[in-house]
């Protein structure tokens, strides 16, 4: 097993499990770690991908480990945190990363893919989170950092489920902070707006039922998001916020949520009547 954590530098050497790393925000936060020099496993179920991101790292002088894994498994999820145990030790840093989106009427949804959302949105976060969490309360050191989307916060149309699984999350992450108080374990949420270049719109386009989703074009790139995962691991806090100004989200719902509920799901039937097959 390496060397542990030095003195001189807190988080060299130290372990980190990154779930959804195979590609987007994932792949992003664990080169940063990497190269800041903890030890970070690799978690998604492209196994491909791990391999090409865990030969760059290690290519900078870096230390990753794959883990090719379906979180919407709970066997898997077991042995994420085991394999990580036998490999490097016990878990300082978890990073909730992964995550499905779908964009649509959620009367459209099979719920076979609504139950996989949940499952790895909500009970893969959940899950993982208790399965390291006694740990490092033991040691009195550890963090852990869920990155959720101001899509919890707003109740927009098109996304009920995604949105929900994202307002289950905040709820979840809050409370676990105040728990954490005076343990030496630090929990916190790192709300984003929207991420360009992840593939995570055309995902959610490809998937049965969906319709295209509203990406936009302003967005943050996946390396300002890993930039401020680092800065929470050097100065952790309760929530944050990528870009900072989606932090407004909180306020729109009890100020303007009339507004929405008129002009909010405009998009979603333009959306609908292009994916409805024209009569001849």
Do not use: C
């Not at 999820?77 to 300082?92: A, K, Y």
């Amino acid at each position: 097993m390496p060397a542990p954590p030095n003195q001189q530098d807190p988080f060299q050497g130290r372990v980190a499990i990154v779930t959804g790393a195979s590609s987007g925000v994932g792949a992003a936060v664990a080169r940063r770690l990497a190269q800041e020099g903890l030890r970070t496993v690799l978690v998604a179920r492209r196994q491909d991908r791990l391999t090409r991101l865990q030969d760059e790292i290690r290519g900078g002088g870096g230390v990753a480990h794959v883990i090719p894994a379906d979180l919407a498994s709970e066997a898997d999820r077991v042995r994420i945190v085991e394999d990580t145990l036998s490999t490097f030790g016990p878990v300082d840093l978890l990073v909730n990363n992964a995550g499905l989106g779908w964009y649509g009427y959620a009367a459209d949804m099979p719920w076979t893919l609504a139950s996989e959302m949940v499952q790895v949105n909500v009970s893969a976060v959940v899950h993982l989170t208790l399965l390291v969490l006694p740990e490092m309360r033991r040691r009195s050191v550890g963090h852990i950092i869920n990155i959720g989307s101001v899509a919890g916060t707003m109740g927009a149309q098109g996304v009920a489920l995604y949105g929900g699984t994202k307002s289950l999350l905040a709820s979840f992450s809050r409370a676990l902070h105040r728990e954490q108080r005076g343990t030496g374990v630090h929990v916190s949420l790192l709300q984003l707006g929207i991420v360009t270049g992840t593939g995570f719109y055309a995902g959610a386009a490809s998937r049965p039922g969906a319709l295209r989703m509203p990406a936009g074009r302003f967005g943050v790139t996946p390396q300002r998001v890993a930039k401020r995962v680092w800065a929470l691991v050097q100065r952790p806090r309760k929530v944050a916020y990528v870009p900072p100004i989606v932090g407004a989200a909180t306020w729109i719902e009890p100020l303007f949520g009339w507004f929405l509920d008129l002009a909010g799901p405009a998009h979603l039937r333009r959306e609908s009547g292009r994916a409805r097959p024209k009569q001849d």
